[in-house]
């Protein structure tokens, strides 16, 4: 068990019976991909459907690949994309004005002839029976929907850490 504040210290209790004493305490419990929410993202994960472009990349080799998100990840999983992939779309909610990613990222991904950003984009569905054959996207700006034929959909929209264990036992930040 755990017991105090960041004010006055932590004591922890292992179920062997051992007690440490600690001024902060690090729960290095990881983090998991935060998703779009569509159902059938959901129903293709592991079939198309993918949140590490390190894990699952190899399997696009000269494939249609989709990313979404405006952020530095983002960006370098676009980037690592184009090893394997013929093309890669980037899909970013915003205009491009409002990228997230630092501006070195930006510029490696401007100047990468296999990758395409598409701004003021979202996903709306994924597309498939077995696997992903495309995403249904809406342009917020031009209110135009369409269907962009991809074989992959890597979602890199950030990440939620794997803390909510200790949810109203401890003080996190």
Known sequence: SITGSFAEGFVVKTGVGNVYKAKSIIVAT????RWLGLENETRLKGKGVSACATCDG???KNKLVAVVGGGDAAMEEATFLTKFA???YVLYRKGKSDLRASQIM???T??????ELIFDTEVKD????????????FNGKTNEEK???VDGLFVAIGHEPNTG???GFLDLD
């Open 110 to 115: 401007f100047s990468n002839s296999k990758i």
């Open 106 to 108: 930006q510029e490696r």
């Open 30 to 33: 990881g983090a998991s991909a």
């Open 58 to 60: 190899f399997f696009f």
């Open 126 to 137: 994924v597309l498939g029976k077995g696997f992903v054959e495309g995403v249904r996207i």
């Open 147 to 149: 269907v962009l034929k």
């Open 86 to 88: 013929s093309k890669v």
């Open 165 to 167: 264990f200790v949810k």
